[in-house]
């Protein structure tokens, strides 16, 4: 069982509010990574780090930001959410080194921008 | 490009059915995952494959990896409504980086 924790799990909020999504892990794993994901659809990495003061973009270009200031928490933030901000945000981790990439989801957040 | 396809990307099938999900590239991976996710949920691991031509089996569920570890496929076996769910294969790309293929919906009926 996977020890990693999202909040909020729902979020709906007006055009133009700062949000802060809340990703933890209590398996002392070095990288963690954020992906954007349609209903039904892929995931698109959008952040990821190896570690403490670490944070790279992803393959999908993104409007939010991260931080990693500990290693259990890797916090992604949108300064102004709009519209096409609506979609459902996982974030997870992984062992380094690790077996064979495998990573670990929590149970994602699923963001509404009116 | 989509690095990995999957298919079909919507099954829609009677319990008790059979079904088998392909994952296909022209890259080789040195290792492929397949997750399952539940609407509202993230995904879980359901197996990692590494070798070539390797074969694992989870209950009624067998993953097979391609002998050129470009390919691999999920076969399901007496298919039950517990096992609908978004079914993603994911190869490791760069530095423990995952890239996914598009998921296969399966929607198993009672």
């Known amino acids: 069982e996977a020890d990693i924790y999202q909040t909020p799990r729902y979020l709906v909020i007006g055009t133009g509010k700062k949000i802060t999504l809340e990703c933890s892990q209590t398996?002392?794993?070095?990288?963690m990574y954020w992906y954007q994901q349609d209903p039904g659809m892929e995931l698109h990495l959008i952040h990821y780090?190896?570690?403490?003061?670490?944070?790279e973009k992803g393959d999908l270009s993104s409007e939010s930001t991260v931080s990693r200031i500990r290693t259990e928490h890797f916090p992604l933030t949108l300064e102004s959410a709009r519209p096409s901000h609506t979609s459902q945000y996982l974030c997870?981790?992984?062992?380094?080194?690790?077996?064979?990439?495998?990573?670990?989801f929590g149970p994602g957040t699923r963001l509404t921008v009116l | 490009t989509q690095l990995l396809e999957q298919s079909p990307q919507f099954l829609s099938i009677q319990e008790g059915e059979n079904l088998t999900v392909y994952c296909n590239s022209s890259?080789?991976?040195?290792?492929l995952q397949w997750y399952r996710q539940e609407p509202g949920e993230g995904p879980v691991l359901l197996v990692t494959?590494?070798?070539?031509?390797e074969v694992k089996k989870l209950k009624r569920l067998t993953f097979q990896f391609g002998d050129a570890r470009k390919d691999s496929s999920l076969h399901i076996t007496a298919a039950q409504p517990g096992d609908t769910g978004l079914y993603l294969c994911?190869?490791?790309?760069?530095?423990?980086?995952?890239?996914f293929g598009q998921g296969t919906i399966l929607t198993v009926h009672p």
């Open positions: 494959v590494v070798t070539g031509g």
């Open positions: 997870a981790s992984s062992e380094s080194p690790g077996v064979a990439d495998t990573q670990y």
């Open positions: 890259s080789v991976f040195s290792s």
């Open positions: 398996m002392g794993h070095d990288k």
């Open positions: 780090s190896y570690g403490v003061n670490s944070t």
């Open positions: 994911a190869a490791g790309t760069s530095y423990g980086k995952l890239t």
